[in-house]
């Protein structure tokens, strides 16, 4: 199994930024790509930014690219978002997911563990 921790949440006024981080725990050995989504109250959760292991190749919405940026540390098991130009419509509980297959892709099939989410707020 494997363990996901996400922190870094807060609230921010709008063109701010924040940086949320993502450790893994546990058996990391299986995890071949790690990704955010977010979920805002009433709809559904959406891919944000996924990256692969092997090749670090990242894929992003297209509602985030150019503003949101994510990375991983394979020796620390993290994987971090470092988002700047914040909108309102940034305001969602983000989630931090791994998978056991080189994918990082916006689907959420492509996850096997998931973290427990951290809030993240923007004021206008």
């Known amino acids: 199994q494997v363990q996901l921790v996400e922190s870094g949440g807060g609230l921010v006024q709008a063109g701010g930024s924040l940086r949320l981080s993502c450790a893994a725990s546990?058996?990391?050995?299986?995890?071949?790509?790690m990704a955010w989504f977010r979920q805002a109250p009433g709809k559904e959760r959406d891919f944000v930014a996924g990256i692969r292991r092997n090749d670090d190749h990242t894929y992003y919405a297209d509602s985030v690219k150019g503003r949101f940026t994510i990375s991983r540390d394979n020796a620390k098991n993290t994987v971090d978002l470092q988002m700047n130009s914040l909108r309102p419509e940034d305001t969602a509980a983000y989630y931090c997911?791994?998978?056991?297959?080189?994918?990082?892709?916006?689907?959420?099939?492509?996850?096997?563990?998931w973290g427990q989410g951290t809030q993240v707020t923007i004021s206008s």
């Open positions: 546990g058996r990391t050995f299986s995890i071949y790509s």
């Open positions: 997911a791994a998978g056991r297959y080189s994918y990082g892709g916006p689907s959420y099939r492509g996850y096997d563990y």
